[in-house]
């Protein structure tokens, strides 16, 4: 089933933690200065709202375009402001004091489709897939720009150290299938782990043992940050 989420406008001034929940109580995912990332998770729905640098934030709806169930919540089922605020009386009823006009937003929004891209190889004789156009990701690892970046870093350093030896188009003749070579089962490992955790966070993020293992995890890597990076 296609997912989309729209991205409603970063009006909520909620500086301080405990604007998400869990069994009604208020959940902070990754809160180093009380102003962290906050989800509300319910399975096949998710409402996420994330930190801007000005104290706000910018909140993400994550539902399917349509449900095999009719009576499920979907974009094709959210026609008017009424359908949006019985959505979010049902599924986020803490957070409605923080979106005055979530309803107008939801509907006034395009959703865009979460899109997972995998192809081999990269490259075609003298052209090369960088980013997104090679490996686009589900966006809840917040990886996809940094292992864009390192695409084109890890690029230039095999065909600078090509060119150091041969001409150019011997060069890029060797640099393009290294770099499929190098990159494809490393973009295949953050896709997989990118989808992994979006279906973390959908279903398990509101549970004990997932904020004991995050807090765990936060600790071990503060104390031995040589030894242990959280995923
Ligand atoms: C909702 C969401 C949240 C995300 N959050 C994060 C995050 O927190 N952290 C993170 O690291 N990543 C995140 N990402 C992923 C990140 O946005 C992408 O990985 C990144 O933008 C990829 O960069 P890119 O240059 O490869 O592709 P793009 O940013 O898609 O750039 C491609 C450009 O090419 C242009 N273009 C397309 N076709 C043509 C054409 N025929 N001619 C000319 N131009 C064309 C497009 O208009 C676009 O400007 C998120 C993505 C989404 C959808």
């Known amino acids: 089933m296609r997912r989309g989420a729209t991205v409603l406008p970063p009006r ?29 998770p319910r399975g096949n729905l998710m409402l996420i709202a994330q930190p801007n640098v000005d104290a706000t934030y910018t909140t993400s709806l994550w539902l399917p ?6 009576a499920r919540p979907s974009w094709a089922t959210m026609r008017t402001p009424q359908d949006v605020r019985r959505l979010f009386s049902e599924h986020f009823p ?11 937003d939801v ?3 395009h959703p865009g489709a979460l899109k997972t891209v995998r192809c081999s190889p990269y490259h075609h004789e003298r052209t090369v897939l960088l980013g997104d156009a090679a490996h686009t990701l589900v966006p809840f690892f917040g990886q996809g720009i940094n292992y864009s970046f ?12 090509n060119l150091a030896e041969v001409d150019v188009d ?23 782990l990118s989808l992994a ?27 031995h940050p040589d030894l242990y990076i959280p995923l």
């Open 197 to 223: 955790m979006g279906a973390q966070l959908k279903r398990h993020s509101a549970t004990a043992g997932f904020q004991a293992r995050a807090v765990l995890e936060r600790r071990l890597h503060e104390r």
């Open 12 to 40: 909520s001034r909620c500086g301080g933690p405990g604007v998400g929940e869990r069994d009604g109580k208020p959940v902070l995912l990754n809160a180093s200065r009380g102003h962290g990332l906050h989800s509300w």
């Open 65 to 70: 375009f349509a449900a095999e169930d009719p």
């Open 150 to 161: 390192e695409d084109v870093r890890c690029f230039f350093e095999i065909l600078d150290r």
């Open 94 to 104: 803490d957070t409605r004091q923080f979106l005055p006009s979530f309803a107008e």
């Open 170 to 192: 011997t060069a890029l003749r060797g640099t393009l299938p290294e770099f499929t070579r190098l990159r494809k089962p490393a973009g295949d490992a953050i896709t997989d």
């Open 107 to 109: 509907l006034s929004a």
